[in-house]
Structures are given as structure tokens and as C-alpha cells.
């Protein structure tokens, strides 16, 4: 079982700010053959290596970034971001460039268009990233470099250096072919497309282990670690050792950020004492979890103990709360009725299986509202849940008859109810259905409220009771 890492991590690039425009397209333009999308949510995080630092976030105490950001409402909303997140944002603001930004717009779940509004950033910056990571590198036990090729690791090598007469470990994420910028680190993960670039930049053609071998030992590099997207992932290390590890992904949705999961994962099983196979293997499960999910997802904690048993659902269908409005906007569109419930589902039982079926059949799509660790934890003390978030939407996930699942962090999920306006919302038990939470919610947008009769004998606390009779 995996505990949060007490080693400080510093993640140091190139910082954007990731858009999402969510639309509901269901018509043609007159004025020229494209969609026109209605924009019915507008999401904002953090990209680049600010998203490497937010994977971070989840699993180590204590992650601070460096980069470079424009005086500007997109820098200001990078800040805000990493602020939420609990990320330490040692931020250089430029007056000479803009913030970073890559917005995509996404129409009836599918992505149409990306735009990117960016700029390098000058040298006089990047020598300030430099400056600054030298400065406060005492401070880490672990430096992450992500390089998107934007000017902040322009003088990569020399934080390299520093870091390595300062014996803190490094690891880099490549943009550029020539891997002399990254000598010296003691991890280094292109992918297959970057990789390649490398050996026709220095010349090499021939069998990949060869020239992952001649790479490491030109540069100094102790561990070349390549992704492969659906053919896995390959280690070479500089002792000769080599190691291959398959997708694990049934279904790949979206590998966006799964390079830097890729590295966080890494990261923290490596400062969690784990052997260098063994994180490897980790942090490919990890890859594979975030690719196999709808839409952008981040490795958590809980996540990660998760796939370390091996046990990885046919389909997850946990929803982000932008696609849970996306999947509204789609129910509506297509005429067809949207259902929604919440619970704890803590420990599982042929109750709550009943339950969930008889919501099924209240509409055309289940969507289950789960109470996250904290809010259970608010509810019903510091001792429960007895299993994870992560372990009780997999479960759900398992369930055919449930469509999607989508976790919420407040005591009640009253807002998320105002927001989606499900077509019904069902409870089960001995309810008045107008003191429900989300009934006025739901019945101001023209939609009904019903109550589920549960199946007697069955519920998460008469199970409790019965172990704990059998055991003490």
C-alpha cells in the first residue's frame, strides 16, 4: 500500500494554461459547411508542466513549481490554479511574452479544433529560471524538467549540473532532439516519435536497444525510458539493463497528459522506496489508467494503489464535471432522459445492486453521484469510508446498468443537481420526496423526483455489525 511521498519534488518548464470549450452542436452554419457549437461550459487547468506538477500534487506532500508566465489574465489564472491545487508556484512573470495557452473545443464530446495562443519566452527568462532553481534546488530531494519547447529549459544543462553535484535526482521529460541540452540527468522519457528524432539527429540507424545504449552513454544519461502509446513502454538503463512493459489501457480515449503521468507515477514509487522494474511497472499501469479513461484524467493516491493490485476495470466511466454537462447536453439533443441518484455505495451489497437496477429503468441514462472520501468522511466520521472513492466507482463500473458515474466532494450533491437538471432524480428508502436534496432543483427544470423502495435486511451498516460480531 502506497503512502503519500515526504519528498519535496520540484517540477521546473514550460507552464500553460489548458482550455476546454465544451459545446452542444446540432446544426450546420449557412455561411460556410461546419458545425456550430453552442458553448455550454468553459473549463480551465493547468498544462504543460504545470500539469506534471498537478499529477505531482496528488501524490507527494510538498510539490512547488518554476516557469515562466505573461503579465496577463491567462498567467493570473495559473496561479489561481496552482494555488487550488496546493502547488507551490514560484512563478517568473515576463513582461516581454503571453501566458501559454492551448484551448480545444470540444463539440457533443468530440474534439473539433485546438487552438494555441503562445510565445518563447526570452533568454533573459530562462537565465531566471536558472538563477531560481539554483537558488532553492536544497530545498527538493526530487527535480522534474518538463520541456514543451517554449524557451523555459533553454539552459537545462546547467540546472542538470547543478543538481548533480548537489546529488538531488533528475528527470526530463524531452522536447528537443538534441539531448545534449539534458546531459547528465538520471531519467529521461521521450516518447517513440521524440526518440526517433534523437537518433536522426545524431546519426543513428539501426536495432532501438543499440541506439538507446549509444544515446545514454554520449550523454551521460543513466535511464532512457521510451512510451510507446498502445505498444507500451521500454527502459534501457545505462548497466545494460533493459525492461518492457505492455499497454494496459482495453480502450484508449485520450492520451493527452499521459507522459506526464508517465513521470509523476515514476517519481513517487521511486521516493516510496520501490525498485526501479518495479516503479517502472507502476508507472506503466499508471499510463494506462489515465489513457483508458474519458477525457483528461490525473493519477491519484488512491488510484495508485488501485492499479498496483492489478485490478483494472473493463470500462471506467468516471466523468470529469465538464463531460458530465457534455453528457446532458447530449441526452437532451438526442431525446433521451437522463437519470440520476447519489450514495456512499461503501460496501457493496445485493440492496444496493436492486436499487441501482430499478434507477436504471427510470430513463435512458444512469448516472450515479458518488460521495468522495472527504464528504463521507464529513458525514459519517474520520473511521468511514471503509473503501476508497477510486475502489467504490470502480465496482460501480462493473455494473452495466450504470452509464456513468461522477464524484463529488460536498456534503450533498445539491449544486451538481442545479447545474445538470436531471430528467429524474431517484432515492431509495422511506423518503418525502419534496425534502429531498435536489428536489426543488429538479422540479424547476420540469423534471420528476421518485422514490425506490430498498430491498429489507441489506445496508452497509447491518454489514458492518455482522463482521464485526464475527470477529471480535
Known amino acids: 500500500m502506497f503512502k503519500s511521498s515526504k519528498i519535496p519534488v520540484l517540477v521546473v518548464g514550460d507552464v500553460m494554461l489548458d482550455e476546454i470549450w465544451v459545446t452542444s452542436v446540432d446544426r450546420v452554419s449557412p455561411e460556410a459547411p461546419v458545425p456550430i457549437g453552442l458553448?455550454?461550459?468553459?473549463?480551465?487547468?493547468?498544462?504543460?508542466?504545470?500539469?506534471?506538477?498537478?499529477?505531482?500534487?496528488?501524490?507527494?506532500?510538498?510539490?512547488?513549481?518554476i516557469g515562466v508566465v505573461g503579465n496577463d489574465l491567462n498567467g493570473l489564472r495559473v496561479r489561481e490554479l496552482c494555488s487550488e491545487s496546493n502547488i507551490d508556484f514560484r512563478h517568473i512573470t515576463s513582461e516581454s511574452v503571453q501566458t501559454t495557452n492551448k484551448t480545444r473545443i470540444v463539440g457533443n464530446g468530440q474534439q473539433i479544433v485546438r487552438l494555441d495562443d503562445e510565445a518563447v519566452c526570452s533568454l533573459g527568462d530562462a537565465e531566471s529560471v536558472v538563477d531560481l532553481v539554483i537558488s532553492v534546488s536544497h530545498e527538493f530531494g526530487l527535480v522534474i524538467f518538463s520541456d514543451y519547447d517554449k524557451g523555459s529549459l533553454y539552459h537545462c544543462q546547467k540546472m542538470i549540473e547543478h543538481c548533480v553535484r548537489q546529488g538531488i535526482p533528475t528527470m526530463v521529460d524531452p522536447k528537443s532532439a538534441d539531448f545534449s541540452r539534458y546531459m547528465g540527468c538520471d531519467f529521461i522519457k521521450p516518447n517513440l516519435k521524440e526518440f526517433n528524432a534523437t537518433c536522426k539527429f545524431e546519426g543513428l540507424d539501426y536495432e532501438e536497444a543499440q541506439m538507446a545504449t549509444d544515446i545514454l552513454s554520449k550523454f551521460s544519461i543513466k535511464n532512457l525510458i521510451v512510451t510507446k502509446s498502445s505498444e507500451g513502454i521500454s527502459h534501457y538503463g545505462d548497466n545494460s539493463e533493459q525492461n518492457h512493459f505492455s499497454a494496459t489501457a482495453l480502450d484508449v480515449f485520450d492520451v493527452t497528459g499521459a507522459g506526464d503521468t508517465v513521470l509523476a507515477a515514476l517519481g513517487f514509487a521511486l521516493t516510496n522506496g520501490v525498485g526501479i522494474k518495479e516503479a517502472l511497472r507502476v508507472a506503466s499501469l499508471a499510463a494506462g489508467y489515465v489513457v483508458?479513461?474519458?477525457?483528461?484524467?490525473?493519477?491519484?493516491?488512491?488510484?495508485?494503489?488501485?492499479?498496483?493490485?492489478?485490478?483494472?476495470?473493463?470500462?471506467?466511466?468516471?466523468?470529469?464535471?465538464?463531460?458530465?454537462?457534455?453528457?446532458?447536453?447530449?441526452?437532451?439533443?438526442?431525446?433521451?432522459?437522463?437519470?440520476?441518484?447519489?450514495?456512499?455505495?461503501?460496501?457493496?451489497?445485493?440492496?444496493?445492486?436492486?436499487?441501482?437496477?430499478?434507477?436504471?429503468?427510470?430513463?435512458?441514462?444512469?448516472?450515479?453521484?458518488?460521495?468522495?472520501?472527504?464528504?463521507?468522511?464529513?458525514?459519517?466520521?474520520?473511521?468511514?469510508?471503509?473503501?476508497?472513492?477510486?475502489?467504490?466507482?470502480?465496482?460501480l463500473s462493473y455494473l452495466d446498468f450504470v452509464d456513468y458515474i461522477y464524484i463529488f466532494n460536498d456534503v450533498t450533491p445539491v449544486q451538481v443537481y442545479a447545474s445538470v437538471t436531471p430528467d429524474v432524480l431517484v432515492k431509495g428508502g422511506d423518503y418525502i420526496a419534496t425534502e429531498l436534496v435536489g428536489y426543488h432543483e429538479v422540479n424547476a427544470s420540469g423534471g420528476t423526483v421518485e422514490i425506490v423502495d430498498l430491498v429489507d435486511g441489506f445496508s452497509t451498516t447491518k454489514s458492518l455489525n455482522r463482521i464485526l460480531e464475527r470477529y471480535q
Do not use: W
Open 39 to 65: 458553448i455550454t461550459n468553459r473549463v480551465a487547468t493547468l498544462g504543460g508542466a504545470a500539469n506534471v506538477a498537478l499529477n505531482c500534487s496528488n501524490l507527494f506532500d510538498q510539490v512547488s513549481l
Open 292 to 395: 483508458g479513461v474519458k477525457g483528461t484524467a490525473g493519477i491519484t493516491l488512491d488510484v495508485m494503489n488501485t492499479i498496483d493490485g492489478n485490478f483494472m476495470p473493463k470500462e471506467l466511466k468516471i466523468l470529469s464535471f465538464d463531460e458530465l454537462l457534455e453528457v446532458r447536453n447530449v441526452a437532451t439533443a438526442r431525446n433521451k432522459s437522463l437519470v440520476m441518484t447519489n450514495g456512499c455505495f461503501d460496501i457493496l451489497h445485493p440492496g444496493h445492486l436492486h436499487y441501482l437496477k430499478e434507477c436504471s429503468l427510470r430513463g435512458d441514462i444512469l448516472v450515479v453521484l458518488l460521495n468522495s472520501d472527504s464528504s463521507i468522511a464529513k458525514l459519517k466520521g474520520p473511521k468511514r469510508p471503509i473503501n476508497s472513492e477510486c475502489f467504490r466507482a470502480t465496482m
